[in-house]
């Protein structure tokens, strides 16, 4: 790379491939333009920083970038990646965490009773409020005691699988 600047700007192209913004095609042409490299290089580059944006956004710490990289890497080199992804680590786990797919998270919840109606059997009513939208279940007894074992097995598996 020629520049600090270069080392910056392509890890920016490839955090724009990461989210989603950029294509993968457009992100090695931008790191080619920005470094003056040929398209397999370009290519080569573009999936080791993909590789180590990625890793070092998800454990959060610059501090790992050294355990990510070879031995032999120029120190030089590891240390402005070091700087130029401290510099930036906060910003990009912030994008990358608006570009991320994730189910809707549960806000509140509440249930209620429902045996005021003789002409059918009691039944459960639970009031879901997500992050998207706000839903009721009414659930009879057969239904809600297959969704307590249910629940049931799944606390069991976690609960062997954190000891």
Known sequence: ASSKQSVAQCCHHVLGLIEGSNTWLATIDNI???????????????A???????????????SCIKDLLPDDFHPNLRDLLTKVISSNLDEW?????????SFPKLLNFDWRLEK????????????????????????????????L???????????????
């Open 48 to 62: 080791a920083l993909e590789a180590l944006v990625g890793k070092v956004v998800y454990k959060g710490t610059a």
């Open 149 to 163: 074992g249910s629940l049931s097995k799944i606390r069991d598996q976690i609960s062997s699988i954190a000891k």
């Open 32 to 46: 080619c333009k920005e470094v003056n490299i040929g398209v397999e290089e370009g290519g080569e580059l573009c």
């Open 116 to 147: 005021d109606n003789p002409s059918r059997a009691p039944s459960c009513v639970v009031n879901f409020e997500t992050s998207d939208k706000t839903m009721e279940v009414d659930m009879s007894r057969e239904t809600l005691d297959t969704m």
């Open 93 to 101: 786990k912030t994008r990358m965490l608006q570009y991320q797919v």
